[in-house]
């Protein structure tokens, strides 16, 4: 039941202050949640939330708080002003810190760092901060799919800054991407989508040849098939095209080895 005045959220909020009030952690990620109500993000943090869910992110606290928090954090960040608001009070290198192997939140904290990277002024900290070796890790095999596509979108974001595009390809997340193209539906359509920003703009033309040679393009062409989601055929038509401008130009027989070698494999 959601609460009835501006008092009931602050006694709900001040509780965050309280790794053990589970229940209370709980009914404000449900309140957070939810989207047709994008008022109740503003009154939550006006309640004081955004510190105190930073506080309960911390190791010590219980593993459903720290995953509730984070889960909160992702959904309030949806928000741009509330994302600076969590930009400002320090989250950024916090977040990237839980990104670490074997964290309990890391999945969390990488969905955290996703909707914050949305803001086009947060993509260069972000990536100060350590944030892409660290995504590019998570996408391995040794991580579960939803760290994986986890990682894939917070990737995407980032890559939307070309600088941060150069970065990711060189961190090795090119063959990755490629890999999880053969992956679950949602899965495929995450790193779709990442691949697309990285193969958006005149400047990504090193990474199109790259990603083309890494064998992108007939993973992508599976996607189309009738019957998967609109999004991942979207993220698919959306990657081919940034990539068929390399064909196009005639970059790949003339300047870049890697690709002609793709080519002459098939």
Request: some cysteine; proline content about 7%.
């Given at each position: 039941?959601?609460?009835?005045?501006?008092?009931?959220?602050?006694?709900?909020?001040?509780?965050?202050?309280?790794?053990?009030?589970?229940?209370?952690?709980?009914?404000?990620?449900?309140?957070?949640?939810?989207?047709?109500?994008?008022?109740?993000?503003?009154?939550?943090?006006?309640?004081?939330?955004?510190?105190?869910?930073?506080?309960?992110?911390?190791?010590?606290?219980?593993?459903?708080?720290?995953?509730?928090?984070?889960?909160?954090?992702?959904?309030?960040?949806?928000?741009?002003?509330?994302?600076?608001?969590?930009?400002?009070?320090?989250?950024?290198?916090?977040?990237?810190?839980?990104?670490?192997?074997?964290?309990?939140?890391?999945?969390?904290?990488?969905?955290?760092?996703?909707?914050?990277?949305?803001?086009?002024?947060?993509?260069?900290?972000?990536?100060?901060?350590?944030?892409?070796?660290?995504?590019?890790?998570?996408?391995?095999?040794?991580?579960?799919?939803?760290?994986?596509?986890?990682?894939?979108?917070?990737?995407?974001?980032?890559?939307?800054?070309?600088?941060?595009?150069?970065?990711?390809?060189?961190?090795?997340?090119?063959?990755?991407?490629?890999?999880?193209?053969?992956?679950?539906?949602?899965?495929?359509?995450?790193?779709?989508?990442?691949?697309?920003?990285?193969?958006?703009?005149?400047?990504?033309?090193?990474?199109?040849?790259?990603?083309?040679?890494?064998?992108?393009?007939?993973?992508?062409?599976?996607?189309?098939?009738?019957?998967?989601?609109?999004?991942?055929?979207?993220?698919?038509?959306?990657?081919?095209?940034?990539?068929?401008?390399?064909?196009?130009?005639?970059?790949g027989e003339t300047k870049f080895g890697k690709f002609t070698k793709w080519r002459a494999q098939r």
């Open positions: 039941m959601p609460p009835r005045t501006s008092l009931d959220l602050a006694n709900l909020v001040r509780k965050l202050g309280d790794a053990s009030q589970t229940e209370a952690h709980q009914k404000i990620e449900a309140l957070c949640r939810n989207r047709d109500d994008p008022g109740i993000h503003a009154a939550v943090v006006a309640a004081g939330a955004i510190p105190l869910l930073l506080q309960l992110l911390e190791p010590g606290s219980a593993t459903l708080a720290r995953k509730s928090a984070a889960a909160t954090l992702t959904y309030l960040a949806r928000t741009p002003e509330i994302a600076v608001a969590i930009t400002t009070a320090g989250a950024i290198p916090r977040l990237v810190q839980l990104l670490e192997p074997g964290s309990e939140v890391q999945r969390g904290a990488a969905g955290v760092l996703s909707n914050l990277a949305l803001n086009s002024q947060n993509r260069a900290t972000i990536a100060a901060a350590g944030a892409i070796p660290r995504l590019v890790q998570m996408l391995g095999s040794g991580s579960p799919d939803a760290v994986q596509c986890r990682a894939a979108v917070a990737l995407m974001s980032l890559a939307m800054l070309a600088e941060n595009a150069v970065t990711i390809a060189a961190a090795g997340a090119t063959p990755l991407l490629v890999q999880l193209l053969s992956g679950p539906p949602n899965q495929a359509q995450r790193a779709a989508g990442a691949l697309r920003t990285l193969t958006g703009g005149p400047e990504n033309t090193d990474n199109k040849v790259t990603i083309a040679a890494a064998g992108a393009i007939p993973l992508l062409m599976l996607l189309l098939a009738p019957g998967l989601p609109a999004l991942a055929q979207d993220d698919a038509v959306g990657a081919l095209w940034n990539l068929a401008t390399v064909l196009i130009r005639g970059f």
